[in-house]
């Protein structure tokens, strides 16, 4: 994908009504922040957007150049890894399936993400991670636990604001991270997309976890749930991030949840792009 013009004329007021009508009885909207990729302009800001959190599976973007420019992904379908028990399998029957990097992406598959963790290694990762300016790019993971490799992205070590999600999602729209050209073809590949109504193709990655209580167990009673991404249509590429804190009781996985309304919702600045 080549950086695109903007074409942005009336979008703000769009996407600023849009985002009022983010007040889901069952998640509390903590941020959505929307920009035009190729000039950076912000064409809204709601709620907090500089507080760092855990990036919890939209790590998974991130993690893929990293797969992809290391050599340890080769293309969509390699390498396929089999599941094993003792491996992580709260995602349920797809996880138990052997996984590619198509299949990893699209159910977010945390064991395979454990194979490109410990291929690249703490140094490896953290390196990629500041040059990418993600977050804090800390894959240290929980203090005493030397779980990084495992777990550093999922309410952990890593942090990172939606702020900084859309600055890292414009330096991939516009070629600018330090990887190899064929990187951004490959993980293209493996994004899922959704095409909506207006000829705009959506595509991004949820993510999803607990917070910490004060007694250090997770509250499973609500969850972070991101959606983050970028919006495509003729000469207009948006990149957005979108971040609740979702009634985990309610409604299942808060990413999906998270994605599930911003999906739905849409088309409302679309339709109103066009006036």
Known sequence: ???????????????????GLLQPAAARPVCLVVAD???????VREGDCET????????????????????FLANANEPVIDFREGFPAWGGAEWRKPADPARWMRYSV????RFITHHLGVEGLERYSRSFGYGNADLTGDPGKDNGLDRGWISSSLRISPDEQVRFLRRFVNRDLPVSTETYRLVERIIQ?????????VAGKTGSAYPY?????????RAWGWYVGWAGRGDTTLVFARLDEVD????????????GQFLDNWSQIAEAAER
């Open 37 to 43: 990729a190729a000039s950076g302009a912000e064409l």
């Open 248 to 259: 985990a009781t309610k409604n299942g996985s808060s990413g999906l949840y998270v994605r």
């Open 1 to 19: 994908m080549q950086p695109l013009r903007p074409a942005i004329a009336g979008l703000a007021l769009a996407i600023a009504s849009f985002a």
């Open 52 to 71: 760092r959190v855990t990036p919890a599976s939209t790590f998974k973007l991130a993690l893929a150049v990293m797969g992809f420019d290391s050599g």
């Open 193 to 201: 997309k959704h095409t909506l109504a207006g000829n705009w193709v």
């Open 110 to 113: 945390v064991w395979y993400s």
């Open 213 to 221: 209580k004060a007694d250090g167990s997770f509250d499973r009673k």
